[in-house]
């Protein structure tokens, strides 16, 4: 009987269509509940091409961990609640709003209805608890996960309804409802049957096919081509318009064009290729800034949150798997010889000349475009040689006739610094360091490595012994890090997989990043987050050197371009920009 009705309605269409009769629109059985804008009113079509120094290693929001494909990522999907990246202040996104109970430990958010995904699928509070069930589980090794714990202990989501959640904390947690930026709401319609058979960690290569995938974004995939680039198109289901009820984003196409380096980008921006660069070394800066005929625009944001540091390999792993290098940890896991390193690195010589006085020397993790965390009380100390070789020498350290520093036990110091190929910022900084450390007897070379390969030394075979590194927080809160300073922590790079802190000042740490994040007092809170900074700078895990500012670059005829120091800096508005 079924087959018959569908059949009669197909009949009656088709009769309709044949005579000329408009049929009428497609109404959705729940109204769309759109975000509206207030940004300049732009107009519909074109494409946008950025530039990518390296290649996203996945589409996969739960295993993304480097910055090029969680650029990409992070305009193919969107959040419950964001924070502004230019006010640094929570807004609703796919929540249109939240209530928070007395005690701090319940948040009920309200979704908006009618949204749906970029395949058409709607979305729904099932959604919202599928995704973070994801993150939260084990088998997923999800870098999120360790923003979602508290204490130990999960978070708990639970449906009220199909367009209401629950999330209960374990803990009253400062600034809760930045917990829930970033994290990407997933299709369960597409991932539940792979997530049900251990497959999820499979999803969403870079080769998967454009309807297999889907996302809340204001993009999604189009194609993408091998080594070369990633083609996204317009989201006709994307939850924003503008003030005159236009749905957004405006532009059609949105392209991540991968260049190897950044002497590449120069003349493919100048030549119209790119629209936009972000960010732009200091020396891509200057020289474009020279020209000001290209129908561009260069822009300096300040100091933004990133830290660009030496990470010494001191992973438990490695022993009787690595020998040479577990044999070199015995300087590493050495504070007095970190502590040397850290006095003999020239941090304004790499402000100067690597970042071209636009950028900043650090004494700790936190930058100085981080007004409301930074502990002001610390300074970067001026290098100096002379002190590095007494503070070696006070530990025992040697050196032979030729100038060439020994260890205790007669050994030579000899090692590598790994560096990414693709950042030139970072392996001229390499380059100076090795220069510094070499006026302390220390055997010092350079090894570029591919971006792909790079990754996988640090964060997966640990076959490295230094590596220049650069990390920037997704908030100027400090919970947006508890994966790099908890030990246990996802991110935890100089000692990954750890079960519990390997020394004393881990152990503090933990116990301070704990109680911040349960703080609901601003000032205790800051004074935990201060002790936490102090013992970085005491004890330096990583030798953190210099932040560079924030510079971008676009074309003049891009509007509603506002680029900001959270990342991501060029793109977080990027559903309003139009030509």
Known sequence: MRKLRLSFLLYVLAGAVAQGFALPPIVHATPEELLITHNSVGRRGGRVVVSQHAEAKTLNPVLAVDRPSREVLGVLNADLI??????HQTESALAKSWKVSRDGKQYTLQLRRGIRFSDGEPFDSQ??????????????????????????????????????VRVTLPQPYAAGDRLFDGIAMLPRHLLEQGYREGKLGQAWPLTVTPAQIAGLGPFRVKKYTPGQQIALERNPHYWKADSKGNR?????????????????????????????LSPVGAKLFEVLGKDASQGSRLQDAGPGLEYNFLLFNMNDDVAGRLPEIAREQKWFK???????????????DVVRLVYLARGTALASHVTPGNRAWMDSRLQPRPASTEHARKVLASAGYGWSSEGLLHDPAGQMVEFSI??????????????????????????????????????????????????????????TDPNGEMNFWLSSGSNHLWNLGQKKPATDWEAEIDVLMQKQLTARDPKARKKLYDRVQQI??????????????????????????????????ALHNVEELFW
């Open 82 to 87: 964001h924070i502004n990246r230019l006010t």
């Open 127 to 164: 959604d919202v608890t599928f995704s973070f069930q994801v993150y939260l589980d084990e088998k997923s090794n999800s870098s999120q996960r360790d923003l979602l714990m508290i204490e130990g202990k999960p978070i708990a989501v639970a449906a009220l309804g199909p367009y209401a």
């Open 248 to 276: 957004l984003p405006y532009l059609d196409e949105l392209v991540f064009l991968v260049l190897a380096n950044e002497d590449a980008e120069a003349p493919r921006f100048e030549a119209g290729d790119t629209d936009i």
């Open 334 to 348: 050495d504070l007095a010889f970190r502590e040397a390193v850290s006095q003999a690195t020239n941090r304004e």
């Open 418 to 475: 790994l560096v990414s190929s693709s950042n030139q910022q970072r392996t001229h900084m390499a380059n100076l360091i090795q220069e510094d450390l070499k006026k302390l007897g220390m055997q010092v070379s350079v090894v570029p490595l591919e971006f792909r390969s790079f990754v996988q030394r640090v964060m997966q075979t640990h076959n490295y012994e230094i590596a220049v590194m650069g990390f920037a927080s997704g908030d």
């Open 536 to 569: 970085v700078a005491e004890q330096l895990p990583i030798v953190v050197i210099a932040s560079p500012h924030i510079l971008v670059g676009s074309k003049l005829k891009l509007k509603n371009f506002e680029p900001a120091i959270l990342a991501p800096y």
